[in-house]
């Protein structure tokens, strides 16, 4: 009896150990990005894409309004997703899956989290966000992007680091009177009152 008892508890707590590690350690998540968390990533994803639009106004005191459509597959799904972002708490206003649910998505320390239970080989996640003016040189009439070396997720949400690359879409609604370059060229402008539409092709995977 009393080995069985030991065996019982033994089992117990192998099971505790692995319903333990199914889920990423969220609150244990810090600022920036640790090398455990940039090994974690590079094991779990497998390819992702970022197609990202942007509404930006000519004051430059406005917010700028931006979407992610992101497109990601996983080699895990028992861990959550981990994006980094500043001030996600307060910057990102939504999060839908690929059906249009609501994702309960969570902000830690400059991260947006994907709980594992909305995760799936495929995954094409909808997200909502003010960006961030960090990397955003923004004047009256002009505005340019410095994302190195790892300031892109001051901007809009990203997997930040240099051996997870992506494919990125871009559009862009600017002013009428305004011109734009991106890492593409344009494949489609349209006129929308007193603003303008770009649309750029899909870059090679960077970073």
């Not at 390819?47 to 895990?76: C, M, Q, T, W």
């Not at 862009?172 to 305004?178: E, G, K, R």
């Amino acid at each position: 009896m009393i080995y069985g008892r030991s065996s019982f508890y033994g089992l117990c707590s192998l099971i505790l150990c692995i319903f333990s590690s199914c889920s990423s350690p969220v609150k244990q998540l810090g600022e920036g990005i640790s090398r455990s968390l940039a090994e974690s990533r590079k094991t779990q994803i497998a390819d992702i894409a970022y197609h990202l639009s942007f509404e930006i106004p000519e004051d430059p005191k406005e917010d700028i309004n931006g979407h992610l459509e992101l497109r990601v597959s996983l080699k895990d799904t028992l861990q959550d997703l981990v994006l980094d972002f500043d001030h996600a708490d307060s910057l990102v206003q939504q999060v839908r899956s690929e059906e249009g649910k609501r994702v309960d998505f969570q902000t830690v320390n400059g991260h947006l989290v994907i709980p594992s239970r909305f995760l799936r080989q495929k995954n094409i996640f909808s997200i909502g966000f003010t960006a961030g003016n960090q990397a955003l040189n923004r004047r009256k009439d002009y505005l340019y992007s410095l994302f190195v070396p790892a300031n892109a997720s001051s901007c809009f949400p990203v997997v930040d680091q240099p051996n997870i690359k992506g494919k990125y879409t871009l559009n862009l609604t600017i002013p009428d009177h305004w011109t734009a370059l991106s890492n593409e060229a344009v494949v489609r402008t349209e006129s929308i009152k007193n603003k303008k539409q770009l649309y750029f092709e899909e870059t090679m995977p960077i970073s």
